[in-house]
């Protein structure tokens, strides 16, 4: 079979779920690698539209397209450019999944069964909401929530970053960060900020509660309006000369220091 | 004063100092934006040699450029095309010190006062490196030592990631990885490695300890030789499907962990 180039219309239709109003209309996202291939037909085989690999790909990895042919998924072989085209990274994998959009809504996803939540209150960074969402899967976290005007989690440097956590745990866009908090709150969960400027200390916390962490933008925090909502803003301490961490080390401390202390045997 | 072009010689020279090689043969390296620049000064103005801005640089920080011709900094006006060819990022900040090289030797670095260090062996990302130097600064690490084949600490992509860190604490570089974890042991301290393959969890180890936690390759972790060496190989617990954390967040947790327990209060 000719491998599609990057004029096959098929390609230039996926070509445009690199943009999130695309995303948006089509219901549909691109999941690049082999990590993010494999974890998408791993959680349902039905979410994924799609298969394009190149010939080198599908020789690096033959247990992934076999697998993909075997759950009834279409694999088109591309050109290495057409690879390129479908690639947000510097380093196009030429393995590239259409998949279902992930996100659910945040009606109904949180009773009292939820023991650690991470929030991402305007979260600009792909790359940054990816490793989150990574460190959230990492510590067994009930849900992701990217509200307020976070980054879309379906953008291809989310999906790198998360290294196939997207696929794993709950992922929900909700543009009205306090009905997010809200929502956290009636699970019974407790909303802790992470704060520059905190007077409590991440280690006064009892941190073995259920609880909803809160982190804001990169660069400006959280909104006003959201810290005053939250029941405790939490500083990490730092104990050297730095003047902070960035947001994916500040949030590892955070739902680290909660998952480890909720299975610490009492006493 | 006519600013200097990338042609200017001593700006041709400064560039060259992107490169390794010329960097270890001149014991100078290139410090760019407001936080690097600000944290060399603070450091130490003596070992400031230059400070090249732009125009908008000079302007977006005032109290830098006065300060650092206050402590006898030759300040130098370049036009953006010359800062952009100084500027190992995306996005040329306009203002770059050229300074000298940080590291220290082994000996001599670390005595029975030690509680807390980070070893990085064969750490090969820049980025990754920088952003353990910034969490170790914040979790008040005595020291990071680049072991092994590691990046150079010096390289501008983990200068600009370090937030200013690398200038916080006492840097290493030290080729080989045995004396580096043989020097840690005289010091003192037990030799844990973050390793996802360990026995033992992070929760089950006493992390009072003075310890020095060792980072091994991104993607090969630590060469066995060195694995062999440390006290303990240690997982951090995986409460999700996420298959591994990446090593900054790793490191973030097993530092901070170390870091709060000895503050803890006994009991």
């Not at 096959?8 to 109003?21: D, G």
């Not at 407790?190 to 933008?217: H, I, K, M, S």
């Amino acid at each position: 079979m000719v491998p599609f180039t990057e004029r096959t219309p098929r390609v230039v239709a996926a070509r445009r779920l690199t943009r999130r109003a695309e995303r948006d209309k089509t219901g549909r996202f691109l999941a690049e690698g082999a990590n993010a291939v494999g974890a998408a037909l791993a959680r349902d085989p039905g979410g994924v539209h799609e298969l394009f690999v190149t010939e080198r790909a599908a020789q690096a990895h033959p247990d992934l397209v076999a697998g993909a042919r075997e759950a009834g998924v279409r694999v088109s072989p591309i050109t290495h450019r057409a690879a390129a085209g479908l690639s947000e990274t510097v380093t196009p994998q030429g393995i590239v999944a259409v998949c279902s959009l992930l996100d659910r809504p945040l009606d109904g996803l949180l009773d009292h069964t939820a023991r650690l939540v991470a929030v991402l209150a305007g979260v600009a960074d792909p790359g940054n909401a990816g490793t989150v969402i990574r460190v959230a899967d990492a510590a067994g976290a009930d849900a992701v929530i990217l509200a307020g005007d976070s980054v879309d989690p379906h953008n291809g440097k989310c999906v790198r970053a998360s290294a196939g956590s997207v696929f794993h745990l709950p992922l929900v866009r909700e543009r009205d960060t306090l009905a997010t908090l809200a929502a956290c709150r009636a699970a019974g969960l407790r909303l802790l900020a992470a704060d520059g400027y905190a007077e409590t200390e991440l280690g006064a916390v009892d941190a073995a509660v259920p609880t909803a962490w809160v982190f804001g933008n990169e660069a400006h925090g959280l909104p006003p309006g959201a810290l005053a909502e939250v029941d405790l803003p939490v500083r990490i301490p730092l104990y050297g000369a730095a003047e902070s961490l960035n947001l994916a080390t500040a949030a590892a401390v955070c739902l680290y220091t909660s998952a480890m202390a909720a299975r610490r045997p009492a006493g």
